[in-house]
């Protein structure tokens, strides 16, 4: 259980950082896309809700 969570994660922070660099927000005005920290915390944020599920 706790190795499903650390995987999800890892690759939730690792989409989230591939967000930021190939999609992001180059004009600084989007919260979450314009900085990659805050990018790959929301995605390891989000890879470990999702990998909690069922």
Known sequence: MILRLVIGV???AGL?????????????S??????????????ALMGGLLSMQG
């Open 16 to 28: 989230g950082f591939a967000y930021y660099r190939f999609i992001g927000c180059s004009s600084g």
């Open 30 to 43: 989007c919260p979450i896309t314009s900085n990659p920290y805050i990018s790959s915390l929301y995605g």
């Open 10 to 12: 890892v690759i939730g």
